[in-house]
């Protein structure tokens, strides 16, 4: 786990310069608890301190957030119901070294913290989505990260009963050595009922409650191990700070604290409820309190065990999967124990499994830990969890530009199936046939099914929400700025393509070593393409993650990767744009840019030749996101396809594959120039065209009564396209 330049001291990632400091602050050496809780803290993992000051450009409130970045998740507002505000919570992480050590594990327990991130703001889990990206799987050790990756993701999601219904998937040699497994958690909560990440006013004598899996060796150092590069070298060291993940546990931990949450609100009853994620006990501990303006007392010997005799430092900062920390009155607390332990039989379901208190709350600001009766750990709160901040030195990252050149011409009967049996375009059906994506009987539109999932998350009630990932690599090769705000006008794109309204998004920046100016700059560069991006359109970040150190111990660093979710309100979900071609004679638009460059496409990929990026206009997208809006509230909108890997021609494809897989003899005759670049916009069926304002808006064809596309005049059979596309990835995923 140590890496070169980081200091050796007792196997921790803290630098001389760091150690120094904290030995400054104490006035003594630290113990060994405090060094692994300084370890921990002020991981690039848990501290984002070559991060944050950078964050602070994205755009965080707006008129629909409840409650930005800073607790577990971020908080939109979704709509009324009966009286009531409810409000879509959110959250996005990533597990991506852990995912590469050991794919199943290290995919399922990523799953499992952001689930309970999102519990923990006192919402319903109502839906997964997930980005991954992964190496160039015609090797045999890529292809075992990205299928294990995939089965641990779903094995996890079932088990929980949480539908997972979006998400994207590249493949990419860039990503041999460092797969990525982005996660996104929603959930749904009356605003008058959000419970929050820190402990409340008035908590000083209120008690920490540990509750769930016993505490073991497990994700010892994983906090550290994800702020430095991946070495070969230390595989088997590495494989010891990967949690080990127990879903059926969490599935109870989840119905006993919904349980939890309601006796707290009959009895009016504030509470703080956080995820025991990086850092362990002492990190989740430490955060609940001092982001109160508190202190906390806390008994290691209170803490059940998995086994006996283990060092204090591993029980205060090993990273056991499965648990959650309450502040609650101490009046309180043993009913909230008898709930865990006695109706929910927590230590039937797993080994030691209990809640017990370990601790409390003071309100003198020190974090102390005492084990066997001997304090090992007293320091300042704030110092513990008050945010560090590294300022380094970053090269520029110039904005690709290029002559537009004129457009090789392109044999489309020869290159549109080559298209759409790139790894990039090809069905992803194979790989989320694994997962649920109906399980809680909410799924409006499951995932594949159209460009982004919906659900209806409140019984009885007409509202809707919208999820999507988006965030293409390509792009990211070349301009990371670029990549990024294209990543947030794709996600916006696909939520506007099943009828919804963008409300937010959230983001998880994944880049190489920030200590090496490039790719620190290429982060940068990332954050303000995010930022711009968002500012235009006028949408807000409430949750994300920074994700640094993904380069392989030779230095190879994956590409920029700036992955988005965007999520999108419906005030009716009846109003959801259903898949596929739905009449013939329907008249076929683009709406939205249309730009004729290859740059960062596939079609650039499959001829093997390079070009400028497709431009970007903020005034475009508003407007063909305002038209497609129209075209829904007239009732002329019959389907939609954001226009993206694969260009126009992929989208119509995609909606006439989706028309057959229904029953429907439907296809399409469209004249264009080159219908497989990927400027953007969106493709649509209306059945009336009048009815529209067509300002910026092109024709491109008709719908017709044959399962053909006629491309130009050349003719394609809709059942052959589909098996071409269908069958890329069933070897992969069988």
Not at 310 to 326: F, H, K, S, Y
Not at 504 to 527: E, H, I, S, W
Request: glycine share 12%; hydrophobic share 45%; proline share 5%.
């Amino acid at each position: 786990m140590v890496s070169s330049g980081v200091s050796g001291t007792a196997n921790v990632a803290l630098r001389d310069d760091e150690l120094a400091r904290i030995e400054e602050r104490l006035g003594r050496a630290p113990s060994a608890v405090e060094l692994h809780a300084f370890d921990a803290q002020w991981s690039e993992h848990c501290s984002y301190k070559s991060s944050r000051h950078h964050l602070k450009r994205l755009p965080t409130s707006g008129a629909g957030v409840v409650l930005g970045p800073g607790e577990d998740a971020g908080i939109l507002h979704l709509g009324v119901h009966e009286g009531e505000r409810y409000g879509v919570v959110v959250a996005h992480e990533s597990h991506n070294h852990p995912s590469q050590v050991v794919p199943f594990e290290g995919a399922a327990t990523g799953v499992g913290g952001i689930v309970r991130d999102v519990l923990c703001m006192g919402a319903e889990v109502i839906g997964l989505a997930d980005g991954l990206r992964f190496g160039s799987v015609e090797g045999a050790h890529q292809a075992y990260v990205a299928t294990s990756a995939v089965d641990g993701i779903g094995a996890y999601g079932n088990a929980i009963g949480v539908p997972n219904v979006a998400g994207d998937v590249y493949f990419d040699a860039g990503f041999d050595e460092n797969c990525l497994v982005n996660v996104v958690a929603l959930g749904i909560v009356n605003e008058n009922e959000i419970v929050h990440s820190f402990a409340p006013k008035n908590a000083d004598g209120w008690q920490i409650v540990l509750v769930g899996k016993a505490t073991d060796p497990s994700g010892f150092g994983g906090a550290s191990f994800s702020s430095l590069s991946l070495d070969s070298e230390d595989a088997e060291l590495n494989k010891g700070a990967v949690q080990v993940p127990d879903p059926f546990l969490e599935n109870v931990l989840m119905r006993a604290s919904y349980h939890v949450l309601r006796l707290l609100r009959q009895l009016a009853i504030p509470a703080g409820f956080k995820d025991l994620g990086a850092g362990g006990i002492v990190g989740c501990s430490a955060e609940i309190t001092a982001h109160g303006g508190y202190g906390a007392q806390i008994d290691l010997d209170a803490v059940n065990v998995a086994v006996e005799g283990m060092a204090p430092q591993v029980i205060a900062a090993g990273e056991t999967q499965e648990r959650l920390l309450w502040v609650v009155p101490p009046e309180i607390a043993p009913e909230v124990l008898r709930i865990y332990n006695d109706v929910f039989t927590l230590p039937d379901v797993a080994y030691n499994a209990r809640a017990g208190v370990i601790g409390q709350v003071t309100a003198e600001r020190r974090y102390v830990m005492r084990h066997r009766g001997e304090v090992v750990m007293d320091v300042e709160s704030e110092f513990l969890t008050g945010s560090i901040r590294d300022e380094l030195p970053y090269t520029e990252v110039i904005r690709h530009e290029g002559a537009v050149d004129e457009l090789p011409a392109v044999d489309v009967e020869a290159i549109f199936p080559q298209v759409l049996a790139h790894r990039d375009v090809c069905s992803r059906e194979p790989l989320y046939r694994r997962y649920d994506a109906v399980v809680r009987g909410a799924t409006v539109l499951p995932r594949g099914r159209a460009d982004a999932g919906v659900l209806a998350p409140i019984p009885g009630s007409r509202l809707g929400v919208a999820l999507a990932v988006a965030g293409n690599p390509r792009y990211g090769r070349i301009d990371p700025r670029y990549a990024a705000e294209h990543a947030v006008l794709e996600a916006m794109r696909r939520v506007v393509a099943v009828g919804a309204r963008p409300i937010g998004l959230t983001d998880c920046l994944n880049f190489g070593n920030p200590r090496k100016p490039d790719q620190y700059g290429a982060f940068v560069a990332a954050v303000d393409g995010l930022a711009h991006a968002a500012t235009q359109l006028d949408l807000a970040f409430v949750s994300g993650n920074v994700s640094l150190y993904n380069e392989s111990g030779d230095g190879l660093a994956v590409p920029a990767s700036a992955i988005v979710a965007a999520i999108g309100a419906f005030d009716n979900v009846g109003d959801a744009v259903t898949p596929g071609l739905k009449e013939p004679g329907s008249t076929l638009l683009w709406i939205g840019s249309r730009e004729l460059v290859v740059g960062g496409s596939v079609l650039a990929d499959v001829l093997g030749i390079e070009g400028p990026l497709p431009g970007l206009s903020y005034g475009a997208e508003r407007a063909a996101v305002a038209i497609v809006h129209e075209a829904i509230a007239r009732g002329v909108l019959r389907s939609c396809r954001a226009v993206r890997d694969g260009g126009m021609l992929t989208a119509l494809a995609r909606l006439s594959f989706d028309a057959m897989l229904r029953g429907r003899t439907v296809g399409a005759e469209i004249d264009f120039g080159n219908p497989l670049c990927e400027g953007g916009g969106f493709l649509c069926e209306v059945s009336d065209a009048g009815a529209i304002d067509l300002t910026g808006v092109l024709r491109v064809g008709e719908t017709n009564d044959r399962r053909e596309l006629i491309v130009n005049g050349v003719r394609f059979d809709v059942r052959r396209l589909y098996d071409v596309w269908s069958q890329p990835l069933e070897e992969l995923y069988p």
